[in-house]
């Protein structure tokens, strides 16, 4: 499959900062560069953030795209409205979008109105497994399935706000036009890598219903010189509940819930699960999880920090109406609003297919374990001691790729058997020498 | 082949230690490409007990033996001891402090979840010496 997220060869000094810092262990660093386990990564941005030169990055459509189709439509995620110093008006952004060059604008606030409440229905009218699961943050529906396999069934079965409005976009626009509905194209302006590889390789459905994804950060610098003040067009048709979905806490607050708990930051939302999987919140009927810090204003492919983007979010909801979008009874329980195929468990941790093939590799891991020094270091490229030992067993690595077991060797050939005489001097325990 | 032993120390006066053990278990045993269900079903038995340690003894070991077909946790504690354990395997029957129960624990359904999330429990107890709680979790799959 492919990721949104990449790594510039050119540019990767080989440091051992990323592969500290990935939630799911999913980067080595190889013959001097870090490369990615593809079957680990879930495109949580989180070392595009932390790559101290600027080595990572997210791949999306560029914007010379909207050529390729006769009409396009915009489908800005409410995030984006959160990206603007004195902001007072969300039609500037939607207006201003039009003056790029889309011929359209769907707000994804809309979806997200329409989403909430087949959501409502589902929790009110139909049997689930609970805690119900927010399947909106393609990074999380990841984690789940490779980490948290049991959990997969919890997920809620529709589709994201932003595929719910590309639907709705492509139909309207085809109404509107009479072209084919392929000849229109519609681009969504995404705040995260995640979901530029949910638009490219959707792994729940069968076809992509979204054309592209440009990144937030482009279209923010080109719509910068492109937004008026004056005759702004009225374009914008969601409420409260929309573009509070850009924040954590949005959609659960759109639910009318007593039990819901929103978490935000790829860590929070594993200790969650893992109380979930630990049968602690079995109280909580719906949980809303985001990968990034404070929802999606969080995203990698922001502009503004995510605390700020928050508090002018909260700003521009006060005085919207409380939602403008909702769908009409008989549609809630619609097909096409359902993912096409369910959410599959991708164990990617277990060590080997037969158990018992699995429990002696463990074991091997375990002693080998005991012989590292333990500092986790991440010198052999590996992000901790016990992720060498797994690679080590697994045939990925060798041991001698532990610079202090090296050194340790060469010690034993001299034939001392002080640590301290081989470790650098960070890392000695004994008392300090006279040097 | 022979078992996988992992042994934890419980910290009695660390509720956040509890879950670190558990999830470590969680991560071995879903290494071992066992099912989803058998992983939750040991993370509850090990949380539960673990709990119980913390807030009746002050703390005290767990030992975890992993076979292919069965999974033993051995739960030591050098606590008060139950005086009837019939009496606490019902639902709902506590002997946890109030200043407890307002943080949410002692309920009373600490050894029955462990009963209905394990294929068998054994319960050795003698007042003033200590508990020991041994549970096996044989795997669905």
């Keep these: ?435 | 082949m022979s078992k996988l032993h992992l042994y934890y120390e419980i910290d009695g006066s660390d509720f956040h230690a509890a879950g670190e053990a558990s999830s470590d278990v969680k991560r071995v045993l879903k290494q071992l490409n066992f099912d989803s269900d058998t992983v939750r079903r040991v993370a509850i038995c090990m949380y539960e007990g673990e709990i119980n340690m913390i807030i009746h003894a002050n703390g005290g070991t767990v030992d975890v033996w992993v076979e292919e077909c069965s999974i033993e946790l051995v739960l030591r504690d050098t606590g008060p001891g139950i005086p009837d354990i019939e009496q606490a395997m019902q639902e709902g029957f506590s002997t946890a402090t109030q200043a407890i129960r307002e943080l949410g624990f002692g309920a009373g359904m600490g050894l029955p979840n462990i009963k209905r999330h394990s294929d068998q429990l054994h319960i050795a107890s003698e007042v003033g010496v200590g508990t020991t709680l041994t549970i096996r979790v044989v795997p669905s799959g």
């Excluded at chain 1, 990767?12 to 490369?35: D, L, N, Y």
């Excluded at chain 1, 990034?292 to 909801?317: D, F, H, S, W």
């Design chain 1, 1 to 435: 499959m492919q990721h949104a997220v990449t790594l510039m060869k050119e540019k990767c000094k080989g440091c051992t900062t990323c592969i500290k810092q990935c939630p799911t262990e999913a980067i080595r660093v190889r013959r001097g560069r870090a490369t990615i386990i593809d079957e680990r990564c879930i495109d949580c941005g989180q070392c595009i953030r932390v790559c101290p030169h600027n080595a990572k990055k997210a791949v999306y459509d560029p914007l010379t795209r909207l050529a390729d189709f006769q009409y396009t439509v915009a489908l800005p995620a409410p995030s984006l409205y959160g990206q603007f110093h004195n902001l007072e008006d969300i039609n500037q952004v939607l207006g201003g979008l039009l003056n790029i060059g889309f011929d359209h604008v769907y707000e994804v606030a809309k979806g997200a109105e329409m989403l909430s409440a087949i959501t409502r229905h589902v929790l009110a009218e139909e049997s689930f497994e609970a805690p119900l699961i927010s399947s909106a943050c393609p990074a999380v529906v990841r984690l789940i399935r490779t980490r948290f396999p049991k959990m997969v069934g919890n997920l809620a079965r529709h589709i994201a706000p932003m595929e719910l409005a590309a639907i709705h976009a492509r139909e309207e626009a085809a109404e509107r036009t009479g072209l084919l509905p392929e000849q229109i194209g519609i681009f969504f302006i995404t705040p995260c890598p995640a979901k530029v590889t949910a638009i490219h390789a959707p792994g729940h459905l069968h076809h992509r219903v979204i054309d592209g994804a440009f990144s937030m950060a482009e279209v923010y610098k080109k719509l910068l010189s492109h937004m008026r003040r004056e005759d702004v067009p009225d374009l914008l048709q969601s409420g409260m509940a929309g573009v509070g979905w850009a924040v954590s806490g949005g959609e659960s607050s759109s639910l009318s819930l007593e039990q819901h708990l929103s978490v935000d930051g790829i860590e929070h939302v594993i200790q969650v699960l893992e109380e979930v999987e630990d049968g602690k919140l079995s109280h909580v009927q719906f949980l809303e999880l985001g990968a990034c810090n404070q929802g999606c204003v969080g995203g990698c492919l922001t502009v503004e920090n995510p605390y700020v983007a928050k508090a002018r979010i909260r700003q521009l909801m006060k005085g919207m109406p409380v939602s403008q979008n909702t769908l009409p009874p008989e549609h809630l329980q619609q097909e096409r609003f359902l993912s096409d195929k369910l959410f599959e468990a991708n164990s990617v941790w277990q060590l080997a297919e037969d158990r018992a093939d699995a429990l002696e590799r463990y074991q091997k891991i375990s002693a080998l374990l005991a012989e590292l020094p333990g500092l986790d270091c991440g010198s052999c490229g590996t992000p901790c001691c016990r992720a060498l030992a797994e690679d080590v067993v697994q045939g990925f690595a060798s041991e001698d790729d532990c610079i202090f077991r090296v050194r340790e060797r060469m010690q034993s050939i001299t034939a001392s058997r002080n640590a301290d005489d081989y470790l650098p001097p960070p890392f000695r325990k004994g008392a300090e020498k006279d040097e």
